[in-house]
């Protein structure tokens, strides 16, 4: 995915809210690269 394209998904599932957003990506809970795009993700906001 392009970054663009993967804040998108993010943002979707940030509106969504709760558990939503940790099932953005399958990667999220055990892959650290993944996980570090969720992480500034949510410092952003």
């Known amino acids: 995915m392009t970054p663009e394209e993967l804040n ?3 943002e979707k599932r ?3 809210g709760g558990l ?3 099932g ?3 990667d999220l809970t055990f892959d650290i ?3 570090k795009t969720a992480q500034e993700f949510v410092e952003g906001k």
Do not use: I, P, T, V
Request: proline fraction near 0%; aromatic fraction near 26%; hydrophobic fraction near 45%.
């Open 24 to 26: 953005s990506f399958s």
């Open 8 to 10: 998108l998904e993010y």
């Open 33 to 35: 690269k993944a996980n």
């Open 14 to 16: 940030w509106r969504d």
């Open 20 to 22: 939503a957003f940790m």
